[in-house]
């Protein structure tokens, strides 16, 4: 059974049409990759999945039961977690107590005492490698250690399907080549992960399937290799230099 199923979801902004009857399977242990041109909609698919807003049609099923209508926190609670294009941490709060809120609200009964949410904190921050900083506010810290603490605190959410918009936007070689490791190893120990993304060759390596949006519409959907020799993907997006490595 799928993870995640959105059926025919449709999202209009005062005649603007965001997104267009999409479906979308989300399977276990998958790494997606979700592109398009700017404006596409795959922000605005995480934002209906999570609960921001609600559809104006079509069906959104976690583990086969409809999650059309609940609250943000309900569906955090279920065990879907995300990060935002735009990074919102609590700039004035410590990198530990950003994560160790993510473990509040999140999934699970090891969040109901203090302690082992302290504890989960600690495991997740010495994975994305700011053990050093868990003192250090956030506002502190330059872009791309605050897009590791969000990534953090989705992750002590406990999720079982992880939304990550444009994660690798503000990093490095190095730090992208890091990043997927961590995702990859996510998936290998049974999170679902969906990736927005304009970095393409990353995009295309890590993932085990990519879907493609076009004005709200999904064009393709298919191993990276078939999607990224697609014409019509290629006309609207990638163009023709593209080719995976
Ligand atoms: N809250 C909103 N109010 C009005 N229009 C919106 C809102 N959110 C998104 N839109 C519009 O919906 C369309 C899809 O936007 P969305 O942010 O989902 O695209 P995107 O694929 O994430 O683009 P990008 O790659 O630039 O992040 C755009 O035309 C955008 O202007
Ligand atoms: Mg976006």
């Known amino acids: 059974m799928a993870l995640l199923e959105c059926k025919s979801v449709s999202k209009d902004f005062g005649g603007i049409t965001a997104l267009k009857s999409v479906?979308?399977?989300?399977?276990?242990?998958?790494?997606?990759?979700?592109?398009?041109?700017?404006?596409a909609g795959k922000t605005t698919l995480f934002d209906v999945i999570c609960g921001l807003y609600r559809p104006d049609s079509g069906g959104i099923l976690l583990n086969g039961?409809?999650?059309?209508?609940?609250?943000?926190?309900?569906?955090?609670?279920m065990g879907v977690a995300r990060t935002f294009q735009s990074v919102r941490p609590l700039l004035s709060q410590t990198v530990f107590?950003?994560?160790?809120?993510?473990?509040?609200?999140?999934?699970g009964d090891y969040l109901h005492t203090a302690k082992a949410a302290e504890h989960r904190?600690?495991?997740?921050?010495?994975?994305?490698?700011?053990?050093?900083?868990?003192?250090?506010?956030?506002k502190?810290?330059?872009?791309?250690?605050?897009?590791?603490?969000?990534?953090?605190?989705a992750l002590?959410?406990?999720?079982?399907?992880?939304?990550?918009?444009?994660?690798?936007?503000?990093?490095?070689?190095?730090e992208i080549t890091r990043f997927i490791?961590?995702?990859?190893?996510?998936?290998?120990?049974?999170?679902?992960?969906?990736?927005?993304e304009h970095v393409m060759k990353a995009v295309m390596n890590m993932s085990d399937r990519i879907a493609v949006l076009h004005h709200g519409e999904k064009i393709a959907d298919g191993p990276p290799q078939e999607v990224s020799?697609?014409?019509?993907?290629?006309?609207?997006?990638?163009g023709e230099q593209y080719g995976v490595s």
């Open 65 to 77: 039961r409809s999650i059309v209508g609940l609250r943000p926190h309900q569906i955090t609670q």
């Open 121 to 138: 904190t600690e495991e997740i921050l010495e994975w994305i490698g700011l053990e050093a900083k868990k003192n250090t506010r956030v």
């Open 181 to 196: 490791e961590m995702v990859r190893k996510m998936r290998d120990g049974g999170v679902s992960v969906v990736v927005v």
């Open 23 to 39: 479906d979308l399977i989300i399977g276990a242990n998958e790494i997606l990759g979700l592109i398009g041109p700017n404006g």
């Open 156 to 174: 002590a959410a406990n999720p079982v399907l992880l939304l990550l918009d444009e994660p690798m936007a503000s990093l490095n070689p190095a």
């Open 97 to 107: 107590d950003n994560v160790l809120a993510g473990s509040l609200f999140g999934r």
């Open 140 to 153: 502190n810290l330059p872009i791309e250690h605050r897009k590791l603490v969000e990534l953090g605190r």
């Open 229 to 238: 020799r697609d014409r019509k993907v290629i006309e609207v997006y990638l």
